[in-house]
């Protein structure tokens, strides 16, 4: 579907959206936006929405009196051998829903815009994109990080919304607006589940019956570690070893990682501190899905203790 700039009404709350698709065309409305005195929230997706990207809108539109998302299916962040020709689009299906939410700008530019012939600069954050999905996708953070850099400039946010499933792109690009001093908020949402626990995702739609029934095993082991820890175990190998046989009872399941590390600087730890990251990532059948949680220990333990 080809949507070159055009505005969908709606007749229930009288509000607009505008489809943009040229980069200097957003940059120019961005700027006008700013000029007016309105603040500004972005929230980058790659389309075929779901709740999840909704709730990230809501809480762009919460905070701020104009809401730009972007829809663009980045091809600098999928290896060769990744699923960039199947990613899931629903161009229509996004229009609406994005409406419904009061979203006031879609960015939905071209490949071509985006990176012309004669593109030749990246964004790399070093030290963290060394861990977790940083070594089976290599170069991975690279494409986010340039296309978001990219979308921070052409959409002029004062603040940008992430999804905290993705808890490591969300610390590489805080880490990035940090170091090169971009003058805009960087806000995690907690991540959305379905009724049976599984976080949502695009991907999940490659998931057979099956499939789905074995993916529910990805939040059941953060459980289980949740479990342990209030349980009093510490030894990040005891914890990491009982989820990785926990997930692979489940058919269809091969673990790409089971790590518990340091929130901050995502390095492995042995023994689990009062604030740990548990993050997997997990092929289910062909579909790679990823999820987390931070296990705290619960302050009046801490007190108890002392
Ligand atoms: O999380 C995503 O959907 C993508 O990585 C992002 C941030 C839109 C960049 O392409």
């Not at 092929?283 to 302050?299: A, E, K, M, Q, S």
């Amino acid at each position: 579907m080809v949507v070159k700039q055009s505005s969908f009404g709606d007749v229930t709350t009288g509000v607009t959206m505008e489809v943009i698709e040229s980069p200097a065309k957003m940059q120019e409305r961005a700027e006008a936006l700013r000029l007016a005195g309105h603040t500004i929230s972005l929230v980058p997706t790659m389309g075929f929405l779901h709740e999840g990207h909704l709730e990230l809108m809501r809480v762009g539109k919460k905070h701020s009196d104009k809401l730009i998302i972007s829809i663009f299916i980045n091809p600098s962040q999928f290896a060769p051998n990744e699923d960039l020709g199947r990613y899931p689009r629903d161009t229509k299906g996004d229009l609406e829903k994005a409406r419904k939410v009061g979203v006031d700008f879609i960015f939905y530019p071209s490949v071509q815009e985006m990176y012309p012939e004669g593109y030749q600069t990246n964004v790399r954050v070093k030290g963290i994109t060394r861990h977790l999905c940083g070594i089976s996708r290599p170069g991975h953070f690279e494409g986010v990080t340039t296309v978001v850099a990219k979308l921070f400039n052409i959409t002029k946010p004062h603040m940008a919304v992430f999804g905290q499933k993705d808890f490591q792109q969300l610390t590489v690009i805080s880490q990035m607006v940090i170091d090169l001093n971009m003058d805009i908020q960087i806000v995690g949402v907690p991540t959305v589940r379905d009724p049976d626990g599984l976080a949502t995702s695009s991907r999940n739609k490659f998931l057979s019956r099956e499939e789905r029934i074995s993916a529910r095993s990805l939040k059941k082991s953060l459980d289980l570690a949740d479990e342990m820890f209030r349980n009093g175990d510490r030894d990040a190998r005891v914890i990491k070893k009982a989820l990785e046989s926990f997930i692979l009872r489940h058919p269809h399941t091969e673990i790409d990682y089971v790590t518990l590390c340091d929130p901050v600087t995502l390095e492995d730890i042995q023994t689990l501190t009062d604030e740990t990251l548990v993050a997997l990532a997990v092929r289910v059948g062909t579909t790679r899905l990823i999820d987390n949680c931070v296990l705290h220990r619960d302050p009046d333990q801490i007190i108890s203790e002392n």
